[in-house]
Nanobody, 116 residues
Framework: QVRVVESGGGLVQAGGSLRLSCTAS????????VGWYRQAPGNQRELVAC???????NYADSAKGRFAISRDDAKNTVYLEMNSLKAEDTGVYYC??????????WGQGTQVTVSS
């Protein structure tokens, strides 16, 4: 069983910044990739950003130019730096650790609320 823990959410004003952290109980450099997802009230969970083992990043259009995903292998942690936050960024942010054919693991989520 892999444990995935998110942290760093909170309440922030529009235009502000937050950095989310996703720490796994396994070597983050060995997994296929890690993704950050957002689920707003009444909406489906959607991909915000992802990072492959080889370092390739991908962002939702809404996140491009404002968010940055990165990782610290020594800490088994993946970060999501969020800048210029907007009210529509509000939601629960989940981290997904992709182990490929072995499946994947979700964290419990961290709430981000952006006040306008």
């Amino acid at each position: 069983q892999v444990r995935v823990v998110e942290s760093g959410g909170g309440l922030v004003q529009a235009g502000g910044s937050l950095r989310l952290s996703c720490t796994a109980s396994i070597s983050i450099s060995s997994v296929n990739g890690v993704g950050w997802y957002r689920q707003a009230p009444g909406n489906q969970r959607e991909l915000v950003a992802c990072l492959t083992r080889g370092g390739i990043t991908n962002y939702a259009d809404s996140a491009k130019g404002r968010f940055a995903i990165s990782r610290d292998d020594a800490k088994n942690t993946v970060y999501l730096e969020m800048n210029s936050l907007k009210a529509e960024d509000t939601g629960v942010y989940y981290c997904y650790v992709n182990l490929g054919f072995r499946g994947g693991y979700w964290g419990q989520g961290t709430q981000v609320t952006v006040s306008s």
